[in-house]
């Protein structure tokens, strides 16, 4: 191959791969947003839960009690039921994820670590 035609092409692979990094940078899944949906309906009052027993297969502070919620399909609310979730780090706290009001609706807003 010649030199001009691997120059053009190692110049038009760099420019695709940065192009496709500016991209996923720029994407708001990849800020740790997420995009809403505007439900018009307010969600049903939460369902009584009875938290389980602490996971007998995990020591002592290693997952959280994640409460259930409900979850919007496009036409009615599902309940999705409560969960242990493993702790990511040492001393991370769970920010439980909550419907919130605004105007035009409702929003879910994704639970988190901080």
Not at 95 to 111: I, M, Q
Request: include cysteine; charge should be positive.
């Amino acid at each position: 191959m010649p030199q001009t035609k691997k120059t053009s092409c190692a110049v038009a692979l760099a420019l695709g791969i940065a192009a496709l990094g500016l991209a996923t940078a720029a994407s708001p899944a990849a800020a740790g947003v997420r995009v809403g949906v505007f439900v018009p309906l307010a969600p049903p009052a939460p369902r009584y839960e009875v938290v389980p027993a602490y996971p007998p297969n995990y020591a002592p502070g290693r997952v959280v009690w994640q409460p259930g919620h409900w979850r919007w399909d496009g036409h009615d609310y599902d309940w999705v039921p409560g969960h242990y979730e493993q702790i990511p780090r040492h001393r991370h706290h769970w920010v439980e994820g909550h419907w919130a009001h605004r105007p035009g609706g409702w929003v879910w807003v994704d639970g988190h670590w901080r």
